[in-house]
């Protein structure tokens, strides 16, 4: 393949782990030089604008460049390569090739979405890769990498970065580009716990009560599509769960919030002539 990004700036197809991508220079911008044939790796890249008065000689040196902190190494350096995503993701792909369920190390429930989702012929929107291997990550860390001795250093540093950032909550970010289906992507999170919650009751790796925090109130409304009772919900419209399935889904307890409700309140006395005043 010899295209440019500017003659063809979209080399992948939604719905297939992507293998091509555009070389960009040390500001990250687009080269117009033939991609390459491989997924890019996890890096963290901010754009540096160019200045709009470039001098020659000595004054080039001083156009700004990306300063990542102590992790960098040399003056040059440019990228801080996320190590340990490449690293889950190189785990991954193996894992995902894996041809047969009984393989997976997953429960029959988790085999059962999987399938589902990587092979189901859908009659309106088929999950895009990206959605299917952010809920694929997690279920791989949770039921798969959880239970085997040679994932213990991923786990380790996770449970380490939790524990500067807060360590009285593990967390795990998924982070997905603007349009990418988040919504989805939650909603096949809830199924897959859910499910598994319902159908084994007695393991500590699963839940059927969630606390979903929007941004705001236009947020929230949209993400009413992740209660099951709501007409329109994900679970049915979007066909994330066989139908032996939906009756599993409706036993989640959801509640959806703004994040506004955990700001403190202030408090204030009031005098018996004002509480009067502000009855009704």
Same mark, same amino acid.
């Given at each position: 393949?010899?295209?440019?990004?500017?003659?063809?700036?979209?080399?992948?197809?939604?719905?297939?782990?992507?293998?091509?991508?555009?070389?960009?220079?040390?500001?990250?911008?687009?080269?117009?030089?033939? $991609?390459?044939?491989?997924?890019?790796?996890?890096?963290?890249?901010? $754009?540096? /604008?160019?200045?709009?008065?470039? !001098?020659? +000689?000595?004054?080039?040196?001083?156009? /700004?460049?990306?300063?990542?902190?102590? %992790?960098?190494?040399?003056?040059?350096?440019?990228?801080?390569?996320?190590?340990?995503?490449? %690293?889950?993701?190189?785990?991954? %792909?193996?894992?995902?090739?894996?041809?047969?369920?009984?393989?997976?190390?997953?429960?029959?429930?988790?085999?059962?979405?999987?399938?589902?989702? &990587?092979?189901?012929?859908?009659?309106?929107?088929?999950?895009?890769?990206?959605?299917?291997?952010?809920?694929?990550?997690?279920?791989?860390?949770?039921?798969?990498?959880?239970?085997?001795?040679?994932?213990?250093?991923?786990?380790?540093?996770?449970?380490?970065?939790? !524990?500067?950032?807060? $360590?009285?909550?593990? &967390?795990?970010?998924?982070?997905?580009?603007?349009?990418? +289906?988040?919504?989805?992507?939650?909603?096949?999170?809830?199924?897959?716990?859910?499910?598994?919650?319902?159908?084994? /009751?007695?393991?500590? !790796?699963?839940?059927?009560?969630?606390?979903?925090?929007?941004?705001?109130?236009?947020?929230?409304?949209?993400?009413?599509?992740?209660?099951?009772?709501?007409?329109?919900?994900?679970?049915?419209?979007?066909?994330?769960?066989?139908?032996?399935?939906? /009756?599993?889904?409706?036993?989640?307890?959801?509640?959806?919030?703004?994040?506004?409700?955990?700001?403190? &309140? %202030?408090?204030?006395?009031?005098?018996?002539?004002?509480?009067?005043?502000?009855?009704?």
């Amino acid at each position: 393949m010899s295209t440019s990004f500017f003659e063809r700036p979209i080399l992948n197809s939604p719905y297939a782990a992507p293998n091509w991508h555009h070389q960009l220079d040390t500001n990250g911008q687009p080269q117009n030089l033939p $991609p390459v044939n491989k997924r890019r790796p996890s890096e963290e890249i901010t $754009p540096v /604008p160019q200045s709009k008065k470039r !001098k020659s +000689g000595a004054d080039v040196a001083s156009t /700004p460049t990306l300063d990542l902190g102590a %992790e960098t190494a040399g003056d040059q350096q440019k990228y801080d390569v996320n190590q340990l995503v490449n %690293e889950v993701r190189g785990h991954m %792909e193996s894992w995902r090739a894996l041809k047969n369920p009984q393989d997976w190390r997953v429960t029959p429930a988790t085999a059962r979405l999987l399938t589902h989702w &990587r092979s189901y012929n859908f009659q309106n929107q088929r999950p895009f890769f990206c959605q299917i291997e952010a809920a694929e990550t997690l279920i791989w860390l949770t039921e798969v990498a959880r239970g085997e001795k040679k994932y213990k250093s991923i786990l380790d540093r996770l449970e380490a970065a939790n !524990k500067d950032a807060n $360590p009285e909550i593990f &967390r795990l970010a998924l982070k997905m580009a603007t349009g990418s +289906g988040k919504t989805t992507v939650m909603a096949m999170l809830i199924a897959w716990q859910t499910v598994n919650s319902v159908r084994s /009751p007695g393991s500590d !790796k699963f839940s059927r009560g969630f606390l979903i925090v929007a941004p705001g109130i236009t947020i929230k409304d949209r993400l009413r599509v992740l209660l099951p009772e709501d007409t329109d919900n994900y679970y049915r419209t979007r066909e994330l769960l066989p139908a032996d399935m939906m /009756p599993d889904i409706a036993k989640a307890k959801i509640v959806i919030t703004n994040y506004h409700a955990f700001k403190l &309140r %202030e408090t204030m006395e009031v005098s018996k002539t004002g509480r009067a005043l502000a009855q009704p």
